[in-house]
């Protein structure tokens, strides 16, 4: 791949901040200003920009900070890639600092996101150091601090404690050592989504020296409907079971094929609610996810895998047995308003085909989500 190159002042940057861009017009000035205020000091920040075919004006504003600042780079992709894997192997490749920091553009770094992690990563043999993030929806705000993670939380290697094998990606929240992923070899899939889920899983296989900052916050999440993430069409569930299956891959290659239980139990329970919000209801659509699907819910019976809510442990049957039929009524109860649905769903217990177990707590779980 040939690299980009620009003239400008020479210097060592302490982090360099990774950004894919693609029509986020909209919201990349906050995240770009949320970098100019880091309390570490903006000039200490290199920031390279992957414009990746976007269709509104992205393009031209990342040229202006790349005209405007010297420790910016604005790089234009001549494909879309459909994901932000490529834009981010990009970057990485054309970052000159000992660090590599992640931030989307519609999200936005605390004002000392940079210095609070750079400033652990100074203090030990580190490959990775990362803190909490808050998810903003709307009005409504969560906090994700891990204050509830059992085990230690400043380790050698990820067998020390699993458990943070297991916490949410959220990429913007981690400080990774540049020369780590060089010599690992460890670059995102590119043009699926979920590729941040795997290279978190790689990264963390093969890390020597990991902290995790417990009530330490450093970036939100602004949650959008339109979001790749959130466009649930077939490509998005085709894309998502192929890097699941990248995931198990990895745990095979290190021996470590144990945790992918628990890993399969966590996105279950990420993974159905996508199956019953998307407006895909016919049967050539169910169909089709069922195929993406097979491979991933055949291993979760092989294993004992399940999803922990009894709403979700009744599609899990139903998929299961590959009942498009039940499957197509259960997402239109799931998803239609409190008129006439409690009655439906305790009407599936009498439709032929129907899963063998008691569904009188479905039923009342019903009842408190929809009354």
């Not at 790349?66 to 490749?93: F, M, Q, T, W």
């Not at 169909?287 to 004992?304: A, D, P, R, S």
Request: charged letters at 25%.
């Amino acid at each position: 791949m040939q690299l980009f190159f620009n003239i400008r002042v020479i210097m060592k940057y302490k982090i360099s901040i990774v950004i894919p861009v693609y029509n986020v017009e909209k919201y990349i000035e906050t995240a770009f200003n949320s970098i100019k205020n880091q309390t570490i000091g903006f000039n200490n920040l290199e920031v390279i920009m992957v414009n990746d075919c976007s269709r509104d004006n992205s393009g031209k504003i990342i040229d202006k900070y790349s005209n405007e600042y010297d420790n910016c780079i604005a790089i234009h992709l001549k494909e879309n890639s459909g994901a932000a894997g490529r834009p981010r192997n990009v970057a990485i490749e054309n970052a000159s600092s000992d660090f590599v920091m992640f931030l989307d553009p519609d999200d936005y770094y605390e004002k000392n996101a940079c210095k609070i992690l750079y400033d652990e990563m100074l203090k030990g043999d580190r490959d990775i150091v990362f803190g909490g993030f808050i998810k903003k929806n709307g009005i409504n705000r969560s906090r994700h601090n891990y204050k509830w993670l059992n085990g230690e939380s400043n380790i050698e290697k990820i067998d020390d404690n699993i458990n943070i094998l297991f916490l949410a990606p959220s990429l913007p929240s981690k400080i990774i050592k540049r020369e780590f992923l060089i010599k690992k070899n460890i670059k995102f899939l590119e043009s699926v989504p979920g590729q941040d889920t795997v290279f978190i899983v790689e990264v963390l296989l093969n890390a020597k020296g990991i902290k995790v900052l417990k009530n330490k916050y450093i970036y939100t999440y602004v949650f959008r409907d339109d979001s790749i993430t959130n466009n649930l069409t077939l490509k998005y569930f085709k894309g998502a079971m192929f890097s699941l299956k990248e995931r198990y891959y990895l745990y095979k290659k290190f021996g470590k094929e144990k945790y992918f239980r628990i890993h399969s139990n966590n996105f279950l329970n990420f993974f159905l609610p996508k199956i019953l919000a998307t407006d895909m209801n016919s049967e050539g659509e169910i169909k089709q996810i069922l195929e993406y699907t097979h491979w991933f819910i055949n291993k979760c019976v092989e294993i004992g895998s399940k999803p922990r809510s009894n709403m979700l442990l009744f599609l899990f049957n139903l998929m299961v047995k590959e009942d498009i039929e039940n499957i197509i009524v259960y997402k239109k109860v799931y998803n239609q308003d409190i008129k006439g649905s409690i009655e439906k769903i305790a009407r599936l217990q009498s439709v032929k085909g129907w899963v063998s177990y008691k569904t009188s707590n479905i039923i009342k779980r019903a009842k408190n989500k929809f009354i």
